[in-house]
């Protein structure tokens, strides 16, 4: 019973972060859209910095009727972490 408890908090220590960096994006995605519908469009320049570039792709993404990016990170960071959880349990136990 101690093996199966230590697994499961090596899994819940690991998967932590990557829900946390979930719900952080889902609560700053909705007044970033609001600023970026109020905002004008600025000029296009040879340079673009990364804020611009990322604009740019979301508005793309949003013409084309996506919601969330295909690939999403945030799904390959819980897969990452749920896998360093189990390797953490297997050397521990």
């Given amino acids: 019973m101690r093996k199966m408890l230590i697994a499961a908090a090596a899994l ?5 972060p ?3 960096q979930q719900l952080r994006a889902n ?3 909705a007044p ?3 600023a970026e519908a109020t905002a004008p469009k600025a000029e296009a320049s040879l340079y673009p910095t990364t804020d611009q570039v ?8 949003e013409r084309l009727g996506q919601a969330e990016p295909v690939g999403s990170k ?5 897969v990452a972490a749920i896998a360093v959880g ?8």
Avoid at 12 to 16: E, I, N, P
Avoid at 74 to 78: E, F, N, P, Q, V
Avoid at 86 to 93: D, G, K, N, R
């Fill in 12 to 16: 819940l220590f690991c998967a932590s």
């Fill in 18 to 20: 990557a829900a946390a």
């Fill in 27 to 29: 609560q700053d995605a």
């Fill in 32 to 34: 970033l859209a609001a």
């Fill in 54 to 61: 990322k604009a740019d792709v979301r508005a793309n993404e």
């Fill in 74 to 78: 945030s799904w390959w960071y819980l």
């Fill in 86 to 93: 189990v390797i953490i349990a297997a050397v521990v136990l």
